[in-house]
């Protein structure tokens, strides 16, 4: 029995307009295959209590990486979360429509967006930032995208393979456009090939990304890159770890036009993959052309502080065929939670937060050293690397019969990742298993 939501006048009216007979010729330009043969294969209806109880066995067979310590990684971290953020995060007033399009009576959301993009442009040292987009990968399509956009005739992307590959295919849907060619450059020994990226990059260039740290945790040097890049007044790209800024040269301080990355780190739960959030940020002179909103702080007739929507069209809901971007989510949410976890934390104890994870994954590069096993690339790192492992997936089997998620399987290596949340006893536990004592 097909289920139609619309009632059969509404439906024949439609056809009917549209000069259609039935249904299936509305639908017959998607192809064959494409479309489901037969009925659906669902079980027998549940009340319910019964759903309640067959969906709580269903979770129950879910690794929980509050109960197992977790060394995976790959772009998504296993971060400690203050109570005190999901508490804030749940109150009803953040639950509202999901973009303030009525600024002037919604001073707490764009309060709380402007406080994000005030910390946001705080860790990376650029000069504004958006609020925001759907994850990193969308974050780098983006300002990749607006690179060529804003650059007269140049549609050239130079970037290194060793950026995330979720990024990177991202990036090359973004190349349907007709509005952006990728030079993916092979790197070397885990690293960006620094030279090969500045030989690819022309006068056609509009913008080179590199990843810092890379997707094997790799510290890179871009001191080489954005002078080649800027040399030929193309725009230089940073995708970053926000933890690591705590730390680590921020993207101006290399020299940076746009830095983008994903914020899912600053108190934002793993969560099955998502929701995340992408953040960017740019120099003063691409802040009309970033994707995503800004909002601006301003005083208002009784000279009390407030804030208004500064910026807002760069998307399709305004100038329409114009539009830099798809871009008409500002994930305030997401975004709120960052900045509530920040806060909470503060500057001293983000600086903590990081240089815990950088000498907890130093710590375990020795422990693994001494049960036999080597780093696959001898590069500086900050948190995250590859061990060489034959068969990376058995390993992880192992490790999780002993209570352990294993790491990010590679070819013939294990990527794993070390947070704050990670104790000397979890990374020992991690040695002798993999260590087979």
């Known amino acids: 029995m097909r289920y139609t939501?619309?009632?059969?006048?509404?439906?024949?009216?439609?056809?009917?307009?549209?000069?259609?007979?039935s249904l299936d010729d509305l639908f017959s330009d998607i192809d064959a295959d494409l479309k489901v043969k037969g009925q659906l294969r669902l079980p027998p209806g549940m009340g319910e209590m019964e759903l309640r109880h067959h969906l709580k066995k269903l979770a129950a067979k879910n690794v929980n990486a509050e109960d197992y310590p977790c060394f995976l990684g790959a772009g998504a971290y296993d971060h400690y979360i203050p109570a005190a953020l999901e508490q804030l995060l749940l109150r009803s007033e953040f639950y509202t429509a999901y973009t303030p399009y009525q600024p002037e009576i919604s001073q707490g959301i764009l309060q709380s967006i402007f406080e994000y993009q005030t910390m946001i442009c705080k860790l990376t040292g650029l000069?504004?930032?958006?609020?925001?987009?759907?994850?990193?990968?969308?974050?780098?399509?983006?300002?990749?995208?607006?690179?060529?956009?804003?650059?007269?005739?140049?549609?050239?992307?130079?970037?290194?393979?060793?950026?995330?590959?979720?990024?990177?295919?991202?990036?090359?849907?973004?190349?349907?456009?007709?509005?952006?060619?990728?030079?993916?450059?092979?790197?070397?020994n885990g690293c960006a090939d620094i030279e090969a990226m500045a030989a690819a990059i022309d006068d056609q260039t509009a913008c080179a990304v590199i990843q810092q740290p890379n997707f094997y945790g790799i510290l890179e040097d871009c001191t080489a890159l954005e002078k080649a890049v800027h040399a030929h007044k193309a725009l230089f790209i940073m995708a970053v770890e926000p933890i690591s800024l705590a730390l680590l040269k921020s993207p101006a301080e290399w020299g940076a036009d746009l830095a983008v990355g994903e914020?899912?780190?600053?108190?934002?739960?793993?969560?099955?993959?998502?929701?995340?959030?992408?953040?960017?940020?740019?120099?003063?002179?691409?802040?009309?052309?970033?994707?995503?909103?800004?909002?601006?702080?301003?005083?208002?007739?009784?000279?009390?502080?407030?804030?208004?929507?500064?910026?807002?069209?760069?998307?399709?809901h305004i100038r329409r065929e114009l539009a830099t971007s798809n871009i008409c989510s500002n994930e305030a949410l997401c975004a709120l939670a960052a900045s509530i976890y920040l806060?909470?934390?503060?500057?001293?104890?983000?600086?903590?937060?990081?240089?815990?994870?950088?000498?907890?994954?130093?710590?375990?590069?020795?422990?693994?050293?001494?049960?036999?096993?080597?780093?696959?690339?001898?590069?500086?790192?900050?948190?995250?690397?590859?061990?060489?492992?034959?068969?990376?997936?058995?390993?992880?089997?192992?490790?999780?019969?002993?209570?352990?998620?294993?790491?990010?399987?590679?070819?013939?290596?294990?990527?794993?990742?070390?947070?704050?949340?990670?104790?000397?006893?979890?990374?020992?536990?991690?040695?002798?298993?993999?260590?087979?004592?």
Do not use: W
């Not at 979720?166 to 450059?185: D, F, H, K, M």
């Open 5 to 21: 939501p619309n009632p059969a006048p509404v439906v024949n009216e439609m056809l009917n307009i549209l000069g259609l007979s």
């Open 127 to 188: 000069d504004v930032a958006n609020a925001s987009l759907y994850d990193g990968g969308s974050a780098l399509a983006e300002a990749c995208s607006l690179a060529c956009m804003s650059s007269k005739g140049r549609s050239k992307v130079v970037i290194s393979d060793t950026v995330h590959p979720e990024y990177l295919q991202i990036l090359e849907a973004y190349t349907l456009s007709g509005r952006l060619e990728v030079v993916v450059v092979p790197g070397r």
């Open 263 to 316: 914020g899912q780190p600053l108190g934002i739960s793993l969560s099955f993959g998502g929701p995340y959030l992408g953040f960017m940020a740019a120099k003063k002179a691409l802040m009309r052309k970033i994707p995503g909103r800004i909002v601006g702080q301003t005083t208002d007739k009784d000279g009390k502080r407030s804030f208004v929507l500064t910026l807002q069209a760069r998307e399709q």
């Open 343 to 437: 806060a909470l934390v503060g500057e001293e104890g983000l600086q903590e937060v990081a240089r815990r994870c950088y000498q907890l994954a130093h710590y375990a590069q020795g422990k693994l050293e001494q049960v036999g096993l080597e780093l696959k690339y001898q590069q500086p790192f900050f948190n995250e690397f590859a061990i060489k492992i034959d068969d990376p997936q058995e390993a992880n089997r192992r490790l999780l019969e002993n209570g352990i998620i294993g790491g990010y399987e590679l070819d013939g290596a294990l990527l794993l990742a070390f947070t704050e949340k990670h104790s000397t006893a979890d990374i020992n536990r991690l040695a002798a298993v993999l260590g087979g004592k």
